[in-house]
Each structure stands twice: as C-alpha cells, then as structure tokens.
C-alpha cells in the first residue's frame, strides 16, 4: 500500500494533482478542498489511499490521516465505492460527515450528489458505529453552518489553486452562486464538485 506521497506539483487540474516522487509524476485523485491547498511547483505530502481493480489503479490523496481514514471507513457500508466516499468527502469535512453520522442528519447525507434519502437512512445506519464521534472545530460548530457557510470560500480557493486569476475566481463564483442558492433553498448544502464544474466551463467559454 502507498500511505503518502511527498514531492514537488508538477501539475493539477479540476480532480487529480500530479506530484514528482523520484522522477515519476504519480496522480492522485483529490477532492476540491484538497486541491485548493496545492500550488505547482511547491512541495506537497499527501496521505494516500491505492484503490485497485481487474483493470485500474487508483490512487486517492487526502489532506491528513483522518481525511484517509474516513475515506476507507465510509467504503465500508454497502453500496459506497471511492468515488461516492469521495464525493461525500468533498462535500463535508470528515467531522462533519462524523456530525451527520452521529446525530442522524439525513440532510446533510442527501446534500452528497448521488445519495437520495433512502441511501442516507441507510448509511446512517450502517456508519453509525464505524466513524466514532466528532473530535473537532466541525463538531462543535455543525454541519450546516460550517459547510454552507464555506462553500463560496471553497470555490474560490480550488480555482485560484488551478492557476486562475482572483478576479476569475471571483466572476465564476458569482456565475454559479444562484445554483448554490437553489440548492440552500431546498434546504440541502451547495454541492461544491458540481459547482467547480460549472465555474470551470464558464471559466474556459470566457477565455
């Protein structure tokens, strides 16, 4: 198993960074947030978690342990592979997701592109002995208020660390903000990996 990788960016785009480890650029698939952290040519150590399959390697990265840890846990309960851990990931920090876990948050689990209410009330119950109680600033503050409050700030972050401007950043924040509101007003969270989608095709129209 590769627990990490640690080297220089040699490159990042919407979903995977690439990092030079010994002269071989190894790519990663991260989330959004994970991403936003990252800057080409600056050095990065990402925990890593290698999926593999008849006819793939896969290899995800994560800002820490935990991120990771969560990641392998939530592929635990049935029906949830890497990329809906991903997305789930993506979408919450793993304190909330261990929020929405441990108080029953079915909202918070359908804010997740490709988990419907049904899929929630199942993972609530599969995950509910598996991802323990929360341990930070995400726990005390809940999962609403700590992700809807920061999707905009998310959004931004990840474009500005694909290499784009700050006022492109901005003007494409802007663009998918009435997206963002329409999911608010159904009372479930902005899902920020569609989001950056949008942000980056208005983005490359523009350009």
């Known amino acids: 198993m590769i627990a990490f990788v640690s080297g220089p960016v040699a490159a990042l785009a919407p979903t995977t960074a690439v990092i030079e480890v010994g002269g071989v ?36 990265g994560f800002a820490d342990d935990d991120e990771r840890q969560v990641f392998e846990l939530l592929q635990t309960a049935s029906g949830v592979g890497p990329r809906l851990a991903q997305a789930m990931l993506a979408v919450h920090s793993p304190d909330a997701l261990r929020l929405a876990v441990s108080t029953g948050d079915e909202k918070a689990l359908t804010a997740v592109p490709g988990i419907g209410k049904k899929g929630a009330q199942k993972l609530l119950l599969e995950l509910k002995d598996r991802l323990g109680e929360p341990v930070g600033v995400a726990g005390r ?12 700030d998310q959004l931004h972050a990840a474009l500005i660390g694909l290499g784009y401007a700050t006022r492109e950043a901005d003007d494409a924040v802007a663009l998918v903000t009435p997206q963002a509101e329409a999911a608010l007003a159904e009372g479930t969270q902005p899902p920020v990996p569609r989001l950056l989608r949008a942000a980056l095709q208005s983005l490359n129209r523009t350009r």
């Open 141 to 152: 503050q809940g999962v609403g208020s700590a992700v809807s409050a920061s999707w905009s």
């Open 25 to 60: 650029g190894m790519a990663v698939q991260c989330t959004p947030g994970t991403l936003a952290g990252l800057r080409v040519g600056q050095e990065a150590r990402l925990a890593t978690s290698l999926i593999v399959r008849e006819d793939s390697l896969t290899l995800y």
